[in-house]
């Protein structure tokens, strides 16, 4: 049973940064490709960032250059580096996936300006 717990969220000022994490069990993450999602509150989810099997990563045009997806094979988990943060980057972060379909609990992001 495919199982992902996100980490890493909080309160933080405009301008600060957070890590957040993803541990996974019940599967291979080097072997899948995964991606951060988020969803603030009446919009809808939204992709952030992702990495494939082979370590290329991507990321939203909203988050180009402040974000940073990464994984770490050996510990099998996901991270999302978060620079610069802003206000309009509050939202619940979740941890996905996309071969698997398989979502996490999220963990919530609040930016005060």
């Known amino acids: 049973q495919v199982q992902l717990v996100e980490s890493g969220g909080g309160l933080v000022q405009a301008g600060g940064s957070l890590r957040l994490s993803c541990a996974a069990s019940?599967?291979?993450?080097?072997?899948?490709?995964m991606g951060w999602y988020r969803q603030a509150p009446g919009k809808e989810r939204e992709y952030v960032a992702g990495?494939?099997?082979?370590?290329?990563?991507y990321y939203a045009d909203s988050v180009k250059g402040r974000f940073t997806c990464s994984r770490d094979n050996g510990e099998n988990m996901l991270y999302l580096q978060m620079n610069s943060l802003k206000p309009e980057d509050t939202a619940m972060y979740y941890c996905?996936?996309?071969?698997?379909?398989?979502w996490g609990q999220g963990t919530q992001v609040t930016v005060s300006s």
């Open positions: 996905h996936i996309m071969d698997t379909g398989s």
């Open positions: 019940g599967i291979i993450l080097s072997r899948n490709a």
């Open positions: 990495i494939g099997k082979r370590g290329n990563t």
